[in-house]
Every structure is written in structure tokens, then in C-alpha cells.
T-cell receptor, first 113, second 112 residues
């Protein structure tokens, strides 16, 4: 079983839709959770960073962590064509070490104008 | 402008040749990382370094080598021993005891 599971998609939505991207994980030691956005042929860009459980909002983006279910989500409101990219979740914890970041395989999102 | 630079953006080599990929950061980060990204496989850690003159193997270090002579620089050499070198290579860095990593733009290596 992989440490982090992420549906690869692809996911296509119309402009203005609410997008929900998700990852599940198996290691209860994970405490730090990140979402990266990666445009085609570019490096990943850190989008959201959360610690432990709860929600964090930044503009149109909301990151949600449910440690009891080992489930994290990224919501994108009022999606735009410029949001079309691959979204990677990543996570780590004190026990797994700061240098060990566990990544999902990424979900490819297309927002159709 | 603080950030991570990788050069070149595209690199083509013949099989059997060693090639070195450059990574420089001016974020004053202590830790630097090299990842390989292949379609459908996500990011895999090749090597990482927490301080100058020290580095550790990641999950797929075979066929690769690194050096860390300066805090700002962490070059990766893809040797002829690497069986499938064609891939997208990403360099990243992070601050001391920080969990979030920041990535460079990547180098796409094609070996024929």
C-alpha cells in the first residue's frame, strides 16, 4: 500500500465550478500537509501548507485536513482556466523527518472556459 | 528575487555519457533535494543534503551522484550507470527544520 493515495484524474470542470481534490494517507505520524500546483513542464509551486487538522483558506483555495479519517482536501472556488494544472499533495511528520516528504502522484485538472 | 534556478531547461545526451544538472538557490536554505518525476509515478527522491559537505541517498540513488561544496549549490550528475535516465529532474530546497519544500523549474533530460 502506498503511503499517499491520490486519484490521478483527469478531472474536467466548467469555469466557475467548485473543485474538490483529495488525498488519503496511511501513516498517522503525518502532521504537515502541503498542496502543490504544477503547470505542464514546470516545477511544482507550493500552494497551501497546513499543520495538523482543520481548515486553511487563501483566496479561492481552502485546504482541509481530517486526521481522524487520514484524508486531506483542496477546494478551489470559482475555478478559472488558469487553474488548469496538476495538483500534488505532500505530507510529512516529525517522526518521518523533515527531509522525507511523501507525495501523491497528482491529479490533472482542466477548467473549461 | 529569491528562488531556485536550474539549468539547462532541456538537455540531450547520448547513452554512455555522464551529464551534470545545475541547481542554485538564493533563499539561504540549509537543505536541498533532487527528485525525479516520471509520468504516473509522482516524485521520487534521489539525494538530499541538509548541510554543506554532507548528503544522503534517497529512494533511487543508484546511477546518480551529487556534491554540496557551497550552501547555494547542489549539482546532480547522472552517470552512465543509470539505466533509464530520461526524465524530468527537479531540485528543491527548504529551511532548517521546515517541512515545506520549494522547487526549481526543472530540467528535462533526454538520453538517446
Amino acid at each position: 500500500q502506498k503511503e499517499v493515495e491520490q486519484d490521478p484524474g483527469p478531472l474536467s470542470v466548467p469555469e466557475g465550478a467548485i473543485v474538490s481534490l483529495n488525498c488519503t494517507y496511511s501513516n498517522s505520524a503525518f502532521q504537515y500537509f502541503m498542496w502543490y500546483r504544477q503547470y505542464s513542464r514546470k516545477g511544482p509551486e507550493l500552494l497551501m501548507y497546513t499543520y495538523s487538522s482543520g481548515n486553511k483558506e487563501d483566496g479561492r483555495f481552502t485546504a482541509q485536513v481530517d486526521k481522524s479519517s487520514k484524508y486531506i482536501s483542496l477546494f478551489i472556488r470559482d475555478s478559472q482556466p488558469s487553474d488548469s494544472a496538476t495538483y500534488l499533495c505532500a505530507m510529512s511528520g516529525r517522526q518521518t523527518g523533515a527531509n522525507n516528504l511523501f507525495f501523491g502522484t497528482g491529479t490533472r485538472l482542466t477548467v473549461i472556459p | 528575487d529569491g528562488g531556485i534556478t536550474q539549468s539547462p531547461k532541456y538537455l540531450f545526451r547520448k547513452e554512455g555519457q555522464n551529464v551534470t544538472l545545475s541547481c542554485e538557490q538564493n533563499l539561504n536554505h540549509d537543505a536541498m533535494y533532487w527528485y525525479r518525476q516520471d509520468p504516473g509515478q509522482g516524485l521520487r527522491l534521489i539525494y538530499y543534503s541538509q548541510i554543506v559537505n554532507d548528503f544522503q541517498k534517497g529512494d533511487i540513488a543508484e546511477g546518480y551522484s551529487v556534491s554540496r561544496e557551497k550552501k547555494e549549490s547542489f549539482p546532480l550528475t547522472v552517470t552512465s550507470a543509470q539505466k533509464n535516465p530520461t526524465a524530468f529532474y527537479l531540485c528543491a530546497s527548504s529551511g532548517r527544520q521546515n517541512y515545506e519544500q520549494y522547487f526549481g523549474p526543472g530540467t528535462r533530460l533526454t538520453v538517446t
